[in-house]
């Protein structure tokens, strides 16, 4: 465990034990910190240092984030009850898409993207209306999981990891898209800890916990793992 890892943990702990600022340690925390801009920053701070080593950075062509940000309206209009085709016939103010709603969709689907083209993988370009149950990727029969956040791997409980592979994947207002590692469930639940941002308990794993991205794609070519 690195020592940037560690601090990450005991922060953690320290927070939950004593219900303080986790970096003046005085005030108490509203969530990890007192909202002191200082004590905020720095907090900022350690959560992005943790990167997993062996993490990849993907850049995108024009017609990738162009072919994403369609993609993404499709999806939030899917998600809506109704087709882009449908729309162009309704009046903007009725029931236009949300701008930060299409860009989370967007952000989803880079990281998708960049998780097929870091494993050589076809994407699944079925739109599903919740997304739940249904796998991001499919390689060799595998299900694969791709969670693109801002931190480290997060589901929303327990339960909602039982099977196949996730794939972590940061950004950072959606760039600086990073393919981190990827996890099984039984690690993850043995690595996993909890963690309320203001939404929650939510099991959590750090990226540096997380396995070699191309460790996974060379699995997948021999095709050894169990599906
Ligand atoms: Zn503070």
């Known amino acids: 465990m690195t020592d940037n890892n560690q601090a990450f ?12 600022c986790i970096i003046c340690r005085e005030k108490p925390a509203v969530r990890m910190t007192c909202s002191h801009i200082a004590c905020m920053e720095r907090w900022c701070g350690m959560k992005t240092v943790g990167s997993n080593k062996a993490a990849i950075k993907v850049e995108f062509e024009a017609r990738e984030l162009q072919w994403a940000l ?22 903007e103010s009725d029931n236009a898409p949300k701008h930060d709603d299409i860009e989370t969709h967007r952000i ?11 494993l050589r993988g076809k994407m699944n370009t079925d739109f599903g209306v919740t997304g739940k149950d249904m796998p991001d ?17 997060a589901f929303r409980e327990d339960g909602d990891f039982r099977r196949g592979i996730a794939i972590l994947v940061t950004h950072q207002k959606g760039e600086n ?15 996993k800890f909890y963690a309320d941002f203001g939404y929650g308990k939510r099991p959590c794993v750090h990226p540096q916990d997380m396995r070699p991205i191309m460790t996974l794609r060379e699995q997948l070519e021999i095709g050894v793992l169990v599906r």
């Not at 943990?9 to 303080?20: F, H, Q, W």
């Not at 989803?108 to 870091?118: H, M, N, S």
């Not at 990727?137 to 791997?153: A, R």
Request: positive net charge; proline residues 1%; charged residues 30%.
């Open 137 to 153: 990727l499919v390689i060799g029969g595998i299900k694969i999981e791709v969670k693109t956040l801002q931190g480290y791997l």
């Open 108 to 118: 989803g689907i880079l990281g998708e993207l960049a998780a097929a083209k870091v």
């Open 9 to 20: 943990y005991k922060a953690l702990a320290y927070r939950e034990r004593t219900g303080l």
């Open 177 to 191: 898209i990073t393919v981190q590692g990827w996890i099984d469930a039984p690690a993850f639940h043995e690595k």
């Open 70 to 91: 369609a993609v993404a309206k499709e999806r939030e209009s899917s998600k809506r009850g109704t087709t882009a085709r449908d729309k162009r016939y309704r009046s």
